[in-house]
């Protein structure tokens, strides 16, 4: 794993053409404009260690030396939200198991079924400090990056105004019968039929 430690930068840069890969174009600059150049190696480093060594993969738990940086996975990867950040987790995850492999040329089974059990626990660290961090650590998608599909807003209607003709009788003196009668049943039926389907859209209501 030494080997590994030593190449910590290109495992960085092997993360970053992963998160190419997956986001947008336009979403490109944000990457290269943030933490990963930085701060990715030395979090490469952590990973990698831990794999080796339970001293660094205590640092990698709440409260370790790299638990702050594990936490900061997302915002290295540019991400829009928890989802983006835990697929970052993953994209990491893949290229160091890719790096794995390949110093370990001729592996065994028990070889390759330890290293993936502990690249499994050593990731879900990074995992849970990226799910416990605060909330406005990620930031919540802005519509731009939405894209075509984002929900358009729900068109409000103006409901039409519950009013009869001013010759209709309005609960003083004697019922009125004939026509004005008629159109007072129509309004008492039309507004029973509202009260029972309030989210009916219909122009019936």
């Known amino acids: 794993m030494e080997a590994l430690v030593l190449h910590a930068e290109d495992l960085a840069k092997g993360w970053l053409l992963a998160l190419l890969e997956q ?6 600059p944000a990457i290269l404009q943030g933490a990963l150049a930085q701060e990715a190696p030395r979090l490469c480093t952590g990973i990698v260690r831990a794999l ?11 409260g370790g030396e790299l638990a ?13 939200g928890m989802q983006e950040s835990l697929g970052a987790v993953e994209a990491l995850a893949a290229v160091i198991w890719s790096a794995v492999r390949a110093a370990l040329p001729d592996p065994d089974a028990d070889q390759v079924s330890a290293l993936t059990e502990r ?19 990620v930031r919540a998608p802005e519509p731009e990056a939405q894209g075509a599909f984002a929900p358009e807003p729900e068109a409000t209607l ?36 509202t009260a029972a389907a309030p989210g009916c859209r219909c122009r019936c209501c």
């Open 68 to 80: 702050e940086l594990a936490a900061r996975a997302g915002g290295m990867a540019g991400a829009l």
């Open 158 to 193: 103006t409901p039409e105004p519950d009013t009869a003709p001013e010759h209709v009788w309005r609960g003083r003196g004697p019922e009125p019968s004939g026509d004005e009668a008629l159109w007072k049943r129509a309004l008492r039926a039309r507004r029973s039929l």
């Open 23 to 28: 986001l947008p174009l336009q979403r490109a």
């Open 119 to 137: 690249l499994a626990l050593v990731m879900e660290l990074v995992r849970g400090a990226v799910l416990c961090q605060e909330p406005e650590r």
């Open 52 to 62: 080796a060594e339970d001293r660094a993969l205590l640092e990698l738990q709440p």
